[in-house]
Every structure is written in C-alpha cells, then in structure tokens.
C-alpha cells in the first residue's frame, strides 16, 4: 500500500485503493500464521493482488473507467474476484482501463491514461493496461484483466509481464462488465510463468453463475518442468511476413523459435487461411455485442443521468451523450447501424460465418501442432497520442484477434527488450482449445 502511494502518482495504474479489505484480509491471514493453520488459507496466501475495473467487488467503485459508472458502487462481487480473495489473494485495489475496455493504450479511460513502467512518455497498451502496468512497476504481484481482442496479450508485452487469456470457457464471466459477451475472457498477470499458472488455477472453473464456464480441473502448473523436447510448435509464415510488423518484433519471434528448436521442439509450418478476415469479423462482432451490452446503461437503471428532462426520451439521450466516451459512442453507434434491418445479412451474418472457418482453421492446425508461435503485438509500446486514428489503433490487435474469435487460449510471455527501441517485447504462445497446458509448458521452457 506504500508503495502504491510512492510509486503509483507517476504510473496512475489504480483508480482505487481498497486498503480496508486489504488489511482485513492480512489480519486474516496474521492470525492463521499465529494458528499454524496458513496452508489451509489457499495457493495464493499472502500475495497482492488487483483487478480490473471491470470487475465488480463489492463496496468498491467499479468505473469501467468511463463517467457513465463514476459513481457506481458494486452490490455484489465478481466470480474471478471472489475466487482470488479465497484463495488468499490480499486485494489493493481497482485498476485502471480503457473506457468500457475499448482500445488498446488506456488512452481512452475517461480518468486519465495509465503509463508504461519501462517509459513514462509511452502508453502501457489496453485496454488491461493498469493491470499489466501495475505488475511491470511492482504494485501489485498478480493482477487480473480481460481480453475481447487481445487486452491482455498486448498490454503484458507492452510492460514486459507474463499475460494469459485463457480459453473462452475457463474462468467464469459472473459481475465482469461484458463487451463482447462471446469473445470476453479473464486472466491473470504476473512476472512469472509459474505465478501465473498459480492464478489461473485460483480462479477457474465452472461457476453456476456464467453457463459458458466449463468444468476445469487442470493444474496449469503441472508441466511446467517437462520442456519441449518433441513437441511440435506452428510457426504461420503469413504472420511472420505480414505487413506492419516491426523488425524488432519479427526477430525476437524468430529467436524464441531458434531456442524452442534448441530445446528440442520441432517447428512446422501451419496455415490459418481465414485468420487474415479475423480483424474485419472482429469489428462487426465486436461493436454488435457491445451495441447490445451496453444499452442497460439507460441512466434510470445505471450510471450517469442528466438532470432536468421532462421527457424520457430526451433524458436518454442527454445522458448516454455525455456518459459514454467518444470510442464508446462509436463502438455503439456501429453496432446499432450493423444490427440493423437490411444491413445484418450483409455484415453480421457473415462475419459469423467468417468466425465458423477461422475456428475451423485454428481446429486443423492443432491435428499436426500442440501450440503454435506468434507475435503478439506488431510493434513496442507507442508514445501518447502517437496512434490517433481508430484504424491504425485497431491494427494493434492483428496478431491477437483471432483466437478470441476461435475461443482458444493464447499468452504474452516476455522474451526481453526490441534492439531498435529498447523496449519490452513478447511473443503469443496459442494453445488447442482448453489444453491451455500446453502454452504454459512451452512460456516455462522459454523462459528459464
Ligand atoms: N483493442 C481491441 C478493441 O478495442 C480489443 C479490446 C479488448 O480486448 N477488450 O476492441
């Protein structure tokens, strides 16, 4: 909590401190160590965690970083949050986002940007960028975020931290504001492989409450000693060719690839034909299901409500203008015109279809790989204000998009600073659908 307050003015990571339930949970915690009883208190007794602020906890703020929910208050708490804090997760506080989790720099939180640890002039990534930054600057040892399209690979290889989306599936959505409620996943962040393998553990599993999680027992910290040796792992050629990505970003690939085969991994060559229509069924699946999610934020149920309208109508309006965001207003207004009469079987349904061959894709390359190699973002950490326009923005996500379109598990694992920037890069690991296992063996045998 000290160092939150030392440190964290420079990096605005949290929003919130919850420094009552942080100390009630220490007092919990001094007293089993007093009992001798700490083993029973769960795997991750006594280590400090935070969480995106799209994650309810109840008594705290959860803002989505936007003004439409600056003053409102959880009654109820989130699955993954809840599951944390069981397991013995000492919880600092709230973390900051992009607005309603739309972006990919935390630029467009409505409290102000959160910044890169590694340089405070460049953007920690997003829309999870609080979380990833407040592990990179130390304040916090694991954090939780969520990725629609990749904001928590992006973000962990923006600061340098271990980052894992798992499959669609594993940890249960219950009190996490949606997005997309289709492609939305929540994981953990960490500075290590292993610690993150410990978080995943704490918070999967099937929940009542969400009826997309599954029934997972797996221990993702079983493998992480067995290495490599004659695994097979895809390379994509039209990844690694693919127009906008850094040559900085291209050779650290390349070299996690030259050290996997050093450690006995046999690379091959895989093809995602449709990956390349991922983007583009991305920004019609997207904004559809944000366009739906959000209209509960109405200011008479939710959120920020402009005084003084006779009519509900006006009232509506007034207040979803100026709680929402501009990014948001667009994401909105997209999905609203996409969902519409005449125009959904031109873009909707199609970019259905679209999601039905990229899975298929992903399906087939599995028959010949147990976990496939990839960038994750095209570059490093951007300065603020440098990427303006909202194409160029979403180009960040080429590498990430289509495995929460095809629901698989991918991670960011950091593999050391570009030689042209001399910033943090990772490389995406991407495993079969729920054999997230395997992503964690390959990031624990790159890594040491
Ligand atoms: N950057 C992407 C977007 O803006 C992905 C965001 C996310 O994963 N939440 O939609």
Redesign the pocket.
């Known amino acids: 909590i000290a160092r939150i307050a030392a440190v964290d003015p420079a990096i605005h990571a949290f929003l919130e401190t919850t420094e009552a339930l942080a100390l009630e949970q220490a007092a919990r915690l001094d007293a089993a160590v007093a009992a001798g009883t700490l083993a029973e208190c769960g795997p991750l007794a006594g280590v400090p965690v935070a969480f995106k602020d799209n994650m309810n906890q109840t008594g705290t703020h959860t803002t989505c970083s936007s003004r439409m929910l600056e003053n409102y208050v959880a009654p109820y708490t989130a699955t993954c949050v809840e599951k944390t804090v069981a397991a013995g997760g000492i919880p600092l506080g709230k973390l900051n986002m ?1 607005e309603f ?4 720099s935390t630029e467009t939180s409505a409290f102000g940007p959160t910044k890169n640890p590694w340089d405070t002039s460049r953007v920690p990534g ?2 999870s960028g609080g979380s990833a930054a407040a592990v990179a600057a130390g304040l916090a040892a694991v954090t939780l975020g ?6 928590i690979r ?1 973000p962990g290889s923006f600061c340098g931290v271990v980052a894992v989306k798992p499959t669609y599936g594993v940890v249960s959505r219950y009190g996490v504001v949606a ?1 997309g409620s289709s492609l939305d996943q929540v994981g953990p962040f960490a500075k290590t492989v292993e610690d993150a393998a410990y978080a995943l553990n704490a918070i999967s599993g099937r929940d009542p409450l969400d009826c997309t999680s599954q029934d997972i027992t797996t221990d993702f910290t079983a493998n992480l000693e067995q290495g490599v040796r004659g695994m097979k792992i895809g390379i994509v050629p039209a990844f690694m060719e693919a127009e906008g990505l850094d040559a900085e970003v291209k050779a650290k690939v390349e070299e996690a690839a030259a050290n996997l085969e050093k450690l006995g991994a046999e690379l091959v060559e895989i093809d995602l034909p449709n990956a390349q229509a991922a983007m583009s069924a991305y920004y019609v699946l ?1 904004p559809c299901e944000a366009f739906s999610n959000l209209a509960r934020f109405d200011s008479v149920r939710y959120g920020y409500c402009d005084p003084g309208h006779a009519d509900l109508g006006s009232q509506y309006e007034a207040s979803r203008a100026g709680g929402f965001g501009p990014e948001s207003r667009r994401r909105i207004m997209l999905g609203s015109y996409l969902l519409s009469a005449g125009v959904y079987d031109k873009y909707y349904y199609p970019a259905q279809q679209v999601r039905t061959l990229i899975t298929e894709d992903y399906a087939k390359a599995y028959e010949k790989v147990e976990c496939i190699l990839a960038p994750v973002s095209p570059r490093t950490a951007f300065t603020f204000g440098e990427v303006s326009d909202p194409t160029s923005m ?1 180009l ?2 080429m590498f990430t998009i289509s495995i ?1 379109i095809a629901g698989n598990g991918g991670m960011s694992l950091p593999v050391g600073l570009g030689a042209d920037t001399g910033l943090p890069v990772g490389v995406q690991l991407i495993a079969p659908q729920f054999k997230d296992q395997n992503m964690f063996r390959v990031a624990a045998a790159l890594e040491s």
Do not use: E
Request: glycine content about 24%; charged content about 15%; overall charge negative.
């Open positions: 992009d989790a739309f972006g990919s997003g829309s969520s990725d629609t399209g990749g904001s992006q997005f997207g979403y960040s996500d929460n």
